[in-house]
């Protein structure tokens, strides 16, 4: 039985089935088990075992310290000619909390003064333990977040996605920023936010902002079982990108026609489970667009 890495401090269970393949039955003197961080659920013996029955037992492996462990199961019987030994392995490793935000920043460009724009964060554990967010901040009030609140817990791999706002209410540059923390980290993650305040209302008003091309993209499909797909933009190559598909993609193709301006532009797709977890970023795409 290999219970494979067990982070320190926590335990990983597995259930052994034990059969009589024989005419007669066997009586098990004891169970035994040997080697650090190993344990047998309780089970009274000796025992019984009737011809053509099986036993199930519970081992446990909660490590006490970072390294390997190995140890055994031993069945004591005088009914065989041999003991019965079940060879056990694991490997203890040290907690290590971590926590992401996809984009890491997010420009919200130029907003018209007292409107909101609205974009897509997707927040996920990392690390190899359970988070517990219990700090959610904003360093200011132009920017707002929606299906964020603390306290909320999220396990090892697990996603949550929420959205932020903003709402400038003067015209004029505006930078912000969200922390979000937990007990369990070092220091808060930080999501730097900024944009820009316009009293421009009228869209042909600013003509360089608007770009009279789409973008078609398409791919291949993951190599395992995924629900659908996220598709993400960026304007500088390795990122930061901010995902610009409005719910998941069940297809392999998607249409850009959000494109605030002409110039290169760099997309990435990610694939999610059925729990919801999100792979990592895909090869990345680059598309250059001319003037309208």
């Not at 029955?53 to 446990?60: A, M």
């Not at 997707?122 to 904003?138: C, D, E, S």
């Not at 920017?143 to 959205?163: C, D, H, R, Y």
């Amino acid at each position: 039985m290999d219970f494979k890495e067990v982070v320190v401090g926590q335990k990983n269970s597995q259930t052994l089935q034990i059969s009589n393949t024989g005419r007669e039955p066997i009586s098990f003197e004891a169970l035994h088990v040997s080697g650090s961080g190993f344990t047998l659920a309780p089970i009274k013996t000796p025992l019984t075992l009737p011809s053509g029955k099986s036993l199930r037992v519970t081992l446990v492996f909660s490590p006490t310290k970072a390294s390997g462990s190995t140890g055994s199961l031993a069945l004591s019987t005088s009914d065989l000619e041999g003991p019965v030994s079940v060879p056990l392995a694991g490997s203890g490793e040290k907690a290590a909390p971590q926590l992401q935000s996809q984009p890491s920043t997010l420009n919200f460009g130029a907003v018209a003064v007292r409107t909101t724009s609205t974009q897509t964060v997707i927040l996920k554990n990392a690390g190899n333990v359970p988070l517990t967010i219990n700090l959610v901040a904003l360093s200011n009030a132009a920017f707002s977040a929606t299906g964020l609140a603390a306290p909320v817990s999220l396990a090892p791999n697990q996603t949550l996605e929420f959205k932020l706002a903003f709402r400038p209410t003067a015209s004029g540059s505006v930078s912000g920023a969200l922390s979000i923390g937990s007990s369990s980290l070092a220091s808060p993650v930080k999501l730097a936010l900024s944009g820009a305040g316009t009293t421009t209302s009228t869209p042909t008003s600013t003509p360089s902002s608007v770009s009279a091309h789409s973008v078609s993209l398409a791919w291949n499909p993951s190599s395992s079982s995924v629900t659908g797909y996220h598709v993400y933009r960026g304007t500088s190559s390795g990122g930061p990108y901010s995902r610009i598909s409005p719910a998941t993609i069940g297809g392999l193709d998607f249409s850009d026609t959000t494109l605030p301006a002409s110039g290169r532009y760099y997309y990435v797709v990610t694939a999610l489970d059925a729990a919801g977890a999100e792979s990592p970023f895909s090869n990345e795409a680059a598309v250059d667009l001319p003037n309208p």
